[in-house]
Structures are given as structure tokens and as C-alpha cells.
């Protein structure tokens, strides 16, 4: 039986099924480079430049083939361009579940097909929740505003962390809640200048800066959150809802489902091809437990990653280095 999916509209093609979609824009997803030359319909889903932890590096000075310094957003924005120049296609969007049998891919602003998937979203991940959280989850613990603002309408709700996911699921969520309170850990944002200015001049917003979630509170749903303040001590904050981007370093693979076996340490496990146990699914990066968190490393396993997508699809026997010939 064959399935077809609608695709979002911001995917920009007419096409139901990519030949790959990978999940994640780091370093790793230049993976798209390799599959959109050897013309290979490709498709990047990622949560925003800024969002990984490439994005947030201020200063590289050890990439290879660009002696200058140069921050991480930027080195981002080249690769990202020279995919694009091949025929590669991004989407903005978080996918919060996918099926591996066929390979459809759910995220908040669509959903996406493919004939094969690479997984590279990176370990930025959270492995401990913060007590009431999880108890709460989808009784006012969100992780996603674009799909429960309308829930919280006339509400005051709360959003905590620092990326630019952060602040544009912020800024979604003025247009239902009373009121946005946006804790950051930090006392800097990591997002374009020019979102930060409309998330901290917006009437709807007020800001908390340095400031750590310690727990969600409630009996039956989300009645408040309990923060740490800079000076160690602790306030209570009634909300009606708390939508949490915090970062961490646990492999992410939430999205999975459990489909696919992981190590010890949460990590997807690979061949030396970086295929997981599932035919067409293939992982690379800091997903990975045994690989060095370096750009330039999640940039060759990307590589050898997309030439096993190209001998996957076209049945060759072995990895081809120039599609020219």
C-alpha cells in the first residue's frame, strides 16, 4: 500500500515525496550538499540557525578553508547558501514525531514524506525534567506554541529559555495570552538582534533575565512555576501555561518514538555508512556517541552520509564520490 502526504506550503514544491529529508541544519545537514548535486530531491527541516549549538558558537577559528574568524551563524548561512545553489530545500519547522515504515515526518508547520531520512538534530537535548513538568505535560507543560497557543487564549502563560525558538514561539503566543512572561537562564538571547528588540519592547511581554525554572506547579493543570531568581532566592509566578526550550546535552531523539535501538548513553547507533537498524534512516553528529564534536567532523559524516543515500536510492553497490562521470 503506498501513502501520500500533503507537504506544507512553506516546502515550496509540488512534489509529495523527497528522496531524503533530513532533520536537523548543522553542520551534519550539510549532508544536503552531497544528495541535492547527485540530484537528489532534498529537503532540510530544521528549527532555525540560531537554535543549534553550531548557531550559537560566537567564534570559529579552526574550520578548514576559512582562516578568518568566524561565528557560528555565519559559517551556518555559507553552507546553507552552497546547499541551496545545488537545489536543496529548508523548512523551518520542529518535527515532534515521525513513522520510520513509510518515512513520514510530523512537524508543527507540516507534514513531510521521504524515501529516506537522516536524523542530525544534534544533543542539545534535556534528559531531567524539573519536578511537576512531566506530570503536567499537556496540562499546561507545552513544548510547542504553534500548536497549543490557541489553548491559553485570554491566559497569562510563561516561556522559558534563550534561543530563537524561544522567542519566536513568544512572540506566536502574544497573539492568544493576556500576558507572555519570558524567563531566560542567561542574561543574553541567542536570536537576531531584531527579534529580541520585538520580543523585549512588546506590551504583551515582560522579561526575566538569569533566572532558573525549579518546578511547575499544580494539582490537575499548571497553576504557576516556581523560579530562582540571580540573587538565589525564589519566587512563585501563577501561570496557566509554561512552554520550556531549555537546552541540554542529551542526544535528541524524543521524536522517534522508541523505533530505533539506542546506546546507553541515548545515542542512535550507526554503521560505518552511519545506517541505523532501519533500511533508508541514517544518523549523523552529536546524535551519535562516538563522534567528536567538531563542525568539521558532523560535516564529513554528513558527507558519507549523503553518498550511502545515493547508493541506497539508486541501488549501486558501492559509495560514488562525483555524480559527474
Not at 127 to 133: A, F, K, S
Request: hydrophobic letters at 40%; aromatic letters at 8%; proline letters at 5%.
Amino acid at each position: 500500500m503506498e501513502f501520500s502526504f500533503p507537504l506544507s506550503p512553506s516546502v515550496g514544491g509540488q512534489d509529495k515525496v523527497y528522496d531524503v529529508a533530513i532533520i536537523g541544519g548543522g553542520p551534519a545537514g550539510t549532508t544536503a550538499i552531497y544528495t541535492a548535486r547527485a540530484n537528489l530531491k532534498t529537503l532540510v527541516i530544521d528549527k532555525g540557525i540560531a537554535n543549534g549549538a553550531l548557531g550559537i558558537t560566537s567564534k570559529i577559528a579552526n574550520y578548514p578553508g576559512i582562516p578568518e574568524p568566524i561565528s557560528g551563524e555565519e559559517l551556518l548561512r555559507r553552507m546553507r547558501q552552497q546547499a541551496e545553489s545545488f537545489g536543496a530545500v529548508f523548512v523551518q519547522d520542529r518535527i515532534q514525531a515521525i513513522v520510520l515504515y513509510p518515512k513520514v515526518l510530523f512537524g508543527n508547520a507540516g507534514t513531510y514524506s521521504a524515501k529516506t531520512v537522516i536524523i542530525a538534530t544534534g544533543s542539545m537535548g534535556r534528559g531531567n525534567r524539573v519536578p511537576g513538568e512531566e506530570r503536567l505535560l499537556g496540562r499546561g507543560v507545552s513544548y510547542c506554541a504553534t500548536c497549543d497557543a490557541a489553548f491559553f487564549r485570554g491566559e497569562e502563560v510563561a516561556v522559558v529559555g534563550n534561543s530563537e525558538e524561544a522567542v519566536e514561539e513568544a512572540l506566536f503566543l502574544t497573539q492568544f495570552a493576556s500576558r507572555v512572561h519570558f524567563l531566560s537562564p542567561k542574561k543574553e538571547i541567542h536570536a537576531e538582534p531584531a527579534l529580541v528588540e520585538e520580543l523585549t519592547q512588546h506590551p504583551k511581554v515582560v522579561m526575566y533575565w538569569g533566572v532558573a525554572l525549579r518546578e511547575v506547579l499544580g494539582e490537575q493543570k499548571v497553576e504557576a512555576i516556581r523560579y530562582r531568581t540571580p540573587i538565589g532566592t525564589e519566587e512563585v509566578l501563577p501561570v496557566a501555561g509554561v512552554f520550556i526550550y531549555l537546552q541540554g546535552a542529551h542526544p535528541i531523539t524524543d521524536f522517534l518514538g522508541g523505533q530505533l535501538p539506542l546506546s546507553e548513553g541515548g545515542c542512535l547507533m550507526v554503521d560505518s555508512e552511519y545506517r541505523t537498524a532501519i533500511p533508508g534512516v541514517y544518523a549523523v553528529g552529536d546524535v551519535l556517541c562516538n563522534h567528536v564534536k567538531q563542525a568539521v567532523v558532523a560535516a564529513a559524516e554528513g558527507a558519507i552520509a549523503g553518498m550511502a543515500v545515493e547508493k541506497y536510492i539508486r541501488g549501486r553497490k558501492k559509495l560514488v564520490v562525483d555524480w559527474s562521470k
